[in-house]
């Protein structure tokens, strides 16, 4: 069982996997090997390289290490949603969203870690000051940059990196923020929930990470992942903009 953090508490880290085998050992050694007050739950969607019994394998030697079977590949924000609910269920106070690739360095966790005593949101940011972006080529470079100067114009939100997802959250502020709207996925999932922290007023800090390529495995991104953040960042932009209007409009009624 996880060992409270001053000032944070107890903490979960949420690591969803689906065709991992080549790295879920690896990336749960470096987080019990830097955090060893944490738990760590593999959040696993049926993975059919065995990516589920290596993290049994683990959770049958390790009281820190838990495993989630989900019935099949649903997609990132669902199993992070799962994680989330398996979280409060268990009185967690928080939760970190943490990639199974090991290009979320977990060896930056204490850093996260220390800045979510004074946040509610702590994000792992590749654009900010200090941090460092490895082994990306051009095009994806380029891609979360623009991507994230869109998003941040269009929800108008102060946040250089809405697309990350190396997260702490505390579970008091997920409670404020009526997950139950949620319904994308991949990058729109980071940005909707940058979106509904920001829209419901909790403390967001963001702190450099050094983001890695992944080395094994392959990238879940893909076209449709991108056009399906485009998209509802465009619709949340316009949804929340006529918000706006209609208050001040409101506002200037007699």
């Given at each position: 069982m996880s060992v409270p953090i001053d000032g944070v508490g107890r903490v979960l880290v949420v690591i969803p996997?689906?065709?991992?085998?080549?790295?879920?050992?690896?990336?749960?050694?470096?987080?019990?090997?830097?955090?060893?007050?944490?738990?760590?739950l593999v959040a696993d969607d049926n993975s059919p390289d065995g990516t589920g019994a290596l993290a049994d394998a683990m959770a049958a030697t390790d009281?820190?290490?838990?495993?989630l079977h989900r019935p099949g590949k649903n997609g990132l924000g669902a199993a992070y949603l799962a994680g989330f609910a398996w979280a409060?269920?268990?009185?967690?106070?928080?939760?970190?969203e943490m990639d199974a690739d090991g290009s979320h360095a977990p060896e930056d966790l204490p850093t996260l870690?220390?800045?979510?005593?004074?946040?509610d949101v702590v994000i792992g940011s590749r654009w900010t000051g200090g941090a460092k972006?490895?082994?990306?080529?051009?095009?994806?470079?380029?891609?979360?940059?623009?991507?994230?100067?869109?998003?941040?114009l269009a929800l108008g939100m102060p946040v250089t990196d809405a697309t990350g997802g190396y997260r702490v959250y505390r579970t008091a502020a997920l409670r404020a923020m009526a997950l139950e709207s949620v319904c994308s996925q991949g990058y729109a999932f980071q940005v909707e929930l940058s979106r509904l922290a920001h829209r419901?007023?909790?403390?967001?800090?963001?702190?450099?990470?050094?983001?890695?390529?992944?080395?094994?495995?392959?990238?879940?991104m893909s076209p449709l992942i991108v056009a399906e953040a485009l998209w509802r960042i465009t619709t949340w932009g316009l949804r929340d903009r006529g918000v706006r209007r209609g208050r001040a409009g409101h506002d200037r009624w007699p």
């Open positions: 996997t689906y065709n991992e085998a080549d790295n879920v050992t690896d990336i749960v050694r470096r987080v019990r090997a830097v955090a060893p007050a944490v738990d760590i009281g820190h290490v838990h495993v409060r269920e268990r009185g967690y106070d928080a939760v970190v870690l220390a800045a979510a005593r004074d946040a972006v490895v082994n990306w080529p051009l095009r994806r470079l380029l891609l979360s940059r623009c991507g994230n100067l869109y998003a941040r419901a007023g909790v403390r967001i800090v963001e702190v450099p990470i050094t983001f890695a390529e992944r080395e094994r495995g392959a990238s879940k």
